[in-house]
């Protein structure tokens, strides 16, 4: 324990690295230079969180995944063990993102969006059961309360809509909301990302 939170083994801790009270560092954990952790943060074991990111209190990073340049997680955000987030990514409160989900550089959810990694709910029966989280690709913006199924993929700067129940990988810059999420029409041209 260093001051006020706890710092695991083989920590290794880049220059101007902010860690709040009440957080909790795993062991093997690798934060980079000028990353901010938040007050009751806990980072798992072989966690990566690279330069400037932002980790707010009481999120919760699980072991072996990985938080690119840049990003931003918001209080009370969840992320499973093995999960990849991008640079540049912003998470917003009470997120909570599957194992095995990767998020590309750019990817926006909004408040309470939930990724799954599975369609059949096992627990305490036995029968197999496929884990695999979606994959989200660049620069797509989630809304807040969307909840994404497992094993698809949500296409480049595709905007799903609040409330949204995403079943079926979507097409690059499409808009869709609903229950089951269906196409709507293409994001407006304004809303893109300006890419010579």
Known sequence: MIGEYILGNNAKIAKHVSIAR???IGNNVNL?????????AIIG???VIRA??????HVKIDRYSKVGYGSHLFPNVFVDPKCII?????MYHFSNVAKGTILEDNVFLGTRVTIVNTRRISHGRNFPVSVRGPLIKWGARIGANATILPDIVIETECLIGAGAVVTKS???KWIYYGNPARAIKPVPKEELYDIP
């Open 22 to 24: 009440g957080a909790i």
């Open 32 to 40: 980079g230079k000028n990353v901010t952790i938040g007050y009751g």
């Open 45 to 47: 074991d072989n966690v």
């Open 52 to 57: 400037n990111a932002q980790i707010d209190a």
């Open 86 to 90: 991008g640079n540049n990514v912003a």
């Open 170 to 172: 979507t097409r690059a």
